[in-house]
């Protein structure tokens, strides 16, 4: 069994083990946090922990209602003069499975020269470069995926996320909702897997992932994935956003994966066009949604709010592109050319 598998079926207990660190350490955390005049929020992350810097920005702004943006820590490190009066007043969240990038480490240390910007890092790792430079770091080595994809590391990363910013913004219904989904994870896991092996027997030859809100960075996880473990051509879209010129690519040999929000008609016409150009079609679903026959439901079985829906919908991605590397014979744990961290 590959390494990429046992990863992602030990996501679960990683994910409980996260979330009691995080009630563990909330308070320290939080005295950080609400030191000092924080007007805004600013993630930073490259590859896999980006995308998920850029689902925390959307969440910042839904739940708490303050200014928040997501940077690729080497665009940032390349145009610090360009970007360094934005971040006046921000607290900056540094994400990082290794904790060793160097993008991420020469933009924090610029981001440290500047003495007033508080910076809070989330790793996988203990006592890292990145720790030693951040005011606070939440250390989580349970969470640590050997293989090059990160697939357990960024369920991880996006749920202690999701409960920080949910505990911060006093949604208490939220953090429950997360704990159950970890909870009903193994059987969700299982059920899913069973189908999805079948799914990626099908002879479907790139992926358009397609989700929205919250789910913009976890979707764009979704897309990597397939990029770095089975290496097919992705990519993620905003779902109306298809229809304004990405979908002309879509055809017989692209799967379609859609996390669907509550049954919304425009979202159901855009799969039913999707169908007519012949791709394979994914959806995501809590439950008892009305879709065409073609459409392949994974259905969760509970109602789910938006942001929450973010835990079992990159399952999909990463289970997808794990058999589809299965089925071609490419190996899912060490992509051809790709580092598990970028040292320049
Ligand atoms: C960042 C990262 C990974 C990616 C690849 C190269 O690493 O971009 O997301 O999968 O392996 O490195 P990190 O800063 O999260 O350790």
């Known amino acids: 069994m590959s390494t990429t598998y046992q990863e992602m079926k030990s996501q679960y207990e990683a994910l409980k083990k996260s979330l009691s660190y995080l009630?563990?350490?909330?308070e320290d955390l939080n005295s950080v946090i609400s030191c000092g005049n924080i007007s805004k929020i600013a993630f930073l992350g490259c590859g896999s922990s980006y995308d998920i810097a850029q689902s925390m920005a959307q969440i910042t702004r839904t739940y708490l209602q303050k200014e928040a943006c997501a940077y690729p820590a080497g665009d940032l490190m390349l145009h610090m003069e360009r970007y360094l009066p934005a971040l006046k007043g921000a607290l900056v969240v540094a994400i990082s499975r290794s904790g060793s990038t160097s993008e991420l480490l020469m933009t924090v240390?610029?981001?440290?020269?500047?003495?007033?910007?508080?910076?809070?890092?989330?790793?996988?790792?203990?006592?890292?470069?990145?720790?030693?430079?951040?005011?606070?770091?939440?250390?989580?080595?349970?969470?640590?995926?050997?293989?090059?994809?990160?697939?357990?590391?960024?369920?991880?990363?996006?749920?202690?996320?999701l409960a920080l910013l949910a505990k911060l913004g006093g949604k208490k219904e939220i953090i429950d909702e997360i704990n159950e989904v970890v909870d009903l994870g193994p059987g969700y896991f299982d059920r899913c897997e069973k189908m999805l092996r079948q799914v990626a027997?099908?002879?479907?030859?790139?992926?358009?992932?397609?989700?929205?809100?919250?789910?913009?960075?976890?979707?764009?996880?979704?897309?990597l994935a397939f990029k770095e473990i089975c290496q097919i051509p992705s990519n993620y879209y905003h779902i109306l956003d298809v229809r304004h010129g990405?979908?002309?690519?879509?055809?017989?040999?692209?799967?379609?994966?859609?996390?669907?929000?509550?049954?919304?008609?425009?979202e159901k016409e855009?799969?039913?066009?999707?169908?007519?150009?012949?791709?394979?079609?994914?959806?995501?679903?809590?439950?008892?949604?009305?879709?065409?026959?073609?459409?392949?439901?994974?259905?969760?079985?509970?109602?789910?709010?938006?942001?929450?829906?973010?835990?079992?919908?990159?399952?999909?991605c990463q289970l997808l592109s794990y058999y589809k590397a299965v089925e071609n014979g490419t190996n899912p744990d060490s992509p051809d050319g790709l580092d598990p961290w970028i040292k320049l």
């Not at 009630?23 to 909330?26: C, F, P």
């Not at 992932?209 to 919250?214: N, R, S, T, Y």
């Not at 002309?248 to 994966?257: D, E, F, G, K, N």
Request: net charge negative; aromatic share 8%; charged share 25%.
């Open 109 to 161: 240390r610029k981001i440290k020269k500047v003495g007033s910007i508080k910076v809070l890092s989330i790793a996988c790792t203990e006592e890292s470069e990145l720790s030693k430079l951040s005011d606070f770091t939440l250390e989580m080595p349970w969470a640590f995926d050997e293989s090059v994809c990160q697939t357990r590391t960024v369920t991880c990363f996006y749920a202690v996320g």
């Open 246 to 266: 990405p979908i002309v690519l879509i055809r017989s040999r692209t799967l379609v994966i859609v996390a669907l929000s509550d049954g919304n008609t425009y």
């Open 270 to 316: 855009l799969v039913n066009d999707i169908l007519k150009k012949g791709a394979h079609v994914v959806a995501f679903c809590d439950r008892d949604t009305e879709l065409p026959d073609e459409v392949m439901k994974v259905e969760f079985g509970r109602d789910l709010d938006h942001a929450v829906r973010g835990i079992p919908f990159i399952l999909i």
């Open 23 to 26: 009630d563990e350490t909330y």
């Open 201 to 223: 027997a099908l002879p479907w030859k790139d992926v358009v992932v397609l989700a929205d809100a919250e789910l913009e960075g976890i979707a764009g996880e979704g897309a």
